[in-house]
T-cell receptor, first 113, second 114 residues
Framework: AQTVTQSQPEMSVQEAETVTLSCTYD???????LFWYKQPPSRQMILVIR??????QNATENRFSVNFQKAAKSFSLKISDSQLGDAAMYFC??????????FGTGTRLQVFP | NAGVMQNPRHLVRRRGQEARLRCSPM?????VYWYRQLPEEGLKFMVY????????ESGMPKERFSAEFPKEGPSILRIQQVVRGDSAAYFC????????????FGPGTRLLVL
C-alpha cells in the first residue's frame, strides 16, 4: 500500500525568503507520480507541481521546484521568493496512472511580511 | 473552459436526512474521483468512477454511501441517513484517463450535519 508522510504540521517563512516543505512516501511500484497541491483558505485544491517518477530531472514551475530523491523516497517542495499569497495548506500526494491519489496530512505554511 | 463543477457548495442536513452531492467533470474528462476531507485532516479517497462504471470503491464506507456516474449528467455522491460524523468537505476530481494523469479538483461541497 502507498503511504505519504508530511512530518511538518506547520512552517513559516518571511516574505521574499525561501522555504522547503518535506514529504516522504512509500510505494512498491516503479512507475508512479508525485504531486504538490495547495489549499488556500477558500479550500480549493490547486495543483502546484507534478513529478513523474521515471524522470530524473526535478520539476520546476516558476518559483516552485521539487527535490525528488527516488532512492530515498523523498519529494520536497521548495518555494523561492515567498509571497503572502503562498500562505496555505500544502498537501503532498502520490498516485499511479489513473489510480486514486494518496495524500499526506498537510503542512500549514504561514508567510510573514 | 470550465473546470470541475460541484454543487451545492454548502449543504446543511439534519441527522437522518439524505445528502446528494453533484460533480460535473472538466470537458473531455471521463474519470471522476471523490475524496473526503474531515476537519483538520488531509483528503481521503472514497471512490473512482468512469461513465456507468465503478472502478474502485475501496474507500467508501460499507453502508449509507453510494456513488454513480451515469452516461448523461453529473456524477452523484449520495449519503443516506446522515450522521454528524459525515460533516466534512467532499471533493470531486476529474482526469482525462489518457495516460499521464493529473487530477483536477472542484471547489468542494461542505456538508454540515446538525
Amino acid at each position: 500500500a502507498q503511504t505519504v508522510t508530511q512530518s511538518q504540521p506547520e512552517m513559516s517563512v518571511q516574505e521574499a525568503e525561501t522555504v522547503t516543505l518535506s514529504c516522504t512516501y512509500d510505494t512498491s511500484e516503479s512507475d508512479y507520480y508525485l504531486f504538490w497541491y495547495k489549499q488556500p483558505p477558500s479550500r480549493q485544491m490547486i495543483l502546484v507541481i507534478r513529478q513523474e517518477a521515471y524522470k530524473q530531472q526535478n520539476a520546476t514551475e516558476n518559483r516552485f521546484s521539487v527535490n525528488f530523491q527516488k532512492a530515498a523516497k523523498s519529494f520536497s517542495l521548495k518555494i523561492s521568493d515567498s509571497q503572502l499569497g503562498d500562505a496555505a495548506m500544502y498537501f503532498c500526494a502520490s498516485g499511479m496512472d489513473t489510480d486514486k491519489l494518496i495524500f499526506g496530512t498537510g503542512t500549514r505554511l504561514q508567510v510573514f511580511p | 473552459n470550465a473546470g470541475v463543477m460541484q454543487n451545492p457548495r454548502h449543504l446543511v442536513r439534519r441527522r437522518g436526512q439524505e445528502a446528494r452531492l453533484r460533480c460535473s467533470p472538466m470537458k473531455g474528462h471521463s474519470h471522476v474521483y471523490w475524496y473526503r476531507q474531515l476537519p483538520e485532516e488531509g483528503l481521503k479517497f472514497m471512490v473512482y468512477l468512469q461513465k456507468e462504471n465503478i472502478i474502485d470503491e475501496s474507500g467508501m464506507p460499507k453502508e449509507r454511501f453510494s456513488a454513480e456516474f451515469p452516461k448523461e449528467g453529473p456524477s452523484i455522491l449520495r449519503i443516506q441517513q446522515v450522521v454528524r460524523g459525515d460533516s466534512a468537505a467532499y471533493f470531486c476530481a476529474s482526469s482525462s484517463g489518457t495516460g499521464v494523469e493529473t487530477q483536477y479538483f472542484g471547489p468542494g461541497t461542505r456538508l454540515l450535519v446538525l
